[in-house]
């Protein structure tokens, strides 16, 4: 036993407040057992100081190591009845401004002051219960596999609990010209992080759109198919941010009718040339069973001599639209909360506009965005405040997990109307191209000085209900300065950590 003195006393208590500082996962300088990425697998880190860890990301990025830097810890709160277009909050974001940064000699990165934001009953990943749905992609094995390309990322994010669990959803991946080891390693891949999915060989008779339409056949015969109640055609990028939402909004069709549920593409012109009202897949194609049961037994995938088929489309969606027009008395129910995202360029108007769209499509392609990485919050403050907006006194916005974006001259402005960042291909018809699906839009700030954007570049899961997410500015990125203005002298970037 320690000797009764103050010396001692004083000693002991010194010890214990290290020791808590130390290890105690509140504190900044936290160290945590594991962390989770924004691929949602687990890593067995042990010690992992998320300091360090910030500036391992921004390291492989390539940027600083002189930076501007800024921080804030965010304390969800979850009260709100509703989730608004932008959630106002009665504070400044970074009251004590950006400071100047040099990486390699920083001791440890400040996390912020916590200031507390207004979400909706939280709604994580592993309180969805998805045993309704089954859902079929196919895809090549080579794309299957890519690191950048393939959707095991996107796919765990959406189908698992993120700790390593189903969240009871269905999936068939029908693979292109694969051996059955390489079908047997592609459903390992799947079943390791958790994923329910059943890999089938692709019929090589078929092409494209053959193979898209027969996924609903493997879909109504997979020996699950008694307890789905909509059976889900999807491109392996689509991406379903809040599987909760979408399971409530699919509930509000009695799916003992015959239903064929999804989007059209933003383009209107698109529309007009295709002539028909379609579901376009990529924003995923939702049926019921009768409908389901009907496209099965129609053989819709029938060829002529000539090869073409029977009911003559050169595109998955259009011969399944084609199969239902002509064998049923279906017609196209449209959801505009599911999105095919036809969008070329800057997205940034869509996931700011602070909507939730139950869908997103095309991220690897027609535009770049790490939507596993934006989803990571979800493991805080619930799928709901995923892109969620946060508008604050100093006129920095958050859009949750996509961009924190500063207006240096105000918001005088409608927020309410989606940026015009797109590129629609055509000037010609730039006006109308996107109008019937985003209405009135506001002209894009950029090149204007008006606003400054950092941009998601990773997300961790520290522990359960705590995540932490960077964004960054580069110095490069001229759409953030006016004409004549001087671009800035080094990188910037934000840290947001939530917390409960």
Not at 50 to 58: A, F, P
Request: with cysteine; charged share 25%; net charge negative.
């Amino acid at each position: 036993m320690l000797p009764r003195t103050p010396l001692y006393r004083w000693l002991a208590v010194v010890a214990i407040i290290t020791v808590v500082f130390l290890y105690h996962p509140d504190f900044s300088g936290s160290s945590i057992s594991a962390y989770t990425s924004g691929a949602g697998s687990k890593f067995a880190r042990p010690e992992l100081d998320t300091g360090r860890w910030v500036k391992e990301v921004l390291g492989n990025a390539s940027i600083g190591p002189e930076i501007s830097y800024a921080a804030r810890t965010l304390q969800y709160i979850p009260d709100a009845k509703e989730r608004p277009l932008t959630t106002e909050v009665d504070h400044e974001l970074f009251p004590e401004k950006f400071q100047d940064v040099t990486l390699d000699a920083a001791a440890m990165l400040p996390v912020g002051r916590t200031i507390g934001v207004h979400v909706k009953p939280l709604s994580r990943p592993g309180d969805v219960d998805a045993s309704s749905l089954i859902f079929g992609a196919s895809t090549t094995l080579e794309r299957f596999n890519d690191d950048n390309l393939g959707p095991l990322k996107e796919f765990t994010r959406w189908l698992t609990d993120g700790k390593g669990n189903s969240n009871g959803a269905g999936l068939i991946v029908a693979l292109v010209n694969c051996t059955d080891a390489e079908l047997d390693a592609a459903h390992h891949r799947l079943a390791d992080v958790g994923i329910n999915a059943t890999v089938i060989a692709a019929n090589p008779s078929l092409d494209m759109p053959g193979r898209y339409v027969d996924l609903v056949r493997m879909m109504y015969t997979h020996p699950t198919a008694s307890q789905r109640k909509f059976f889900t055609l999807i491109d392996d990028d689509t991406f379903f941010p809040y599987m909760s939402e979408l399971i409530r909004e699919l509930f509000t069709y009695d799916y003992n009718k015959p239903y064929y549920i999804g989007t059209f593409t933003e383009r209107v012109d698109w529309i007009i040339q295709n002539q028909v009202p379609m579901a376009y897949g990529g924003g995923g194609v939702f049926l019921t069973a009768p409908v389901a049961k009907a496209i099965v037994e129609a053989n819709c995938i029938e060829k002529r001599e000539n090869g073409k088929y029977v009911l003559d489309a050169s595109q998955g969606d259009r011969l399944l639209y084609n199969c239902i027009h002509t064998k049923t008395a279906v017609t196209f129910t449209y959801n505009a909360r599911l999105n095919q995202m036809d969008q070329f360029g800057d997205p940034s108007g869509f996931y700011e506009s602070g909507h939730q769209p139950l869908s997103v499509h095309h991220f690897k392609s027609w535009h770049s965005s790490p939507v596993a990485k934006i989803h990571q919050v979800a493991d805080a403050c619930g799928e709901d405040c995923v892109l969620q907006r946060f508008r604050f006194k100093d006129d920095f916005v958050v859009s949750n997990g996509y961009s924190v974006a500063q207006y240096p001259k105000g918001i005088d402005f409608d927020l309410s109307q989606t940026e015009y960042t797109f590129d629609p291909g055509n000037n010609d018809i730039a006006s109308v191209a996107y109008a019937y699906r985003f209405g009135e839009m506001r002209a894009s700030l950029s090149k204007t000085g008006r606003k400054k954007q950092w941009r998601m570049l990773d997300a961790v899961t520290e522990r359960d209900g705590r995540v932490k997410q960077v964004y960054v500015m580069r110095a490069s990125d001229d759409r953030w300065v006016a004409e004549g203005e001087a671009r800035m002298g080094r990188d910037a970037v934000v840290v947001l950590t939530w917390v409960p």
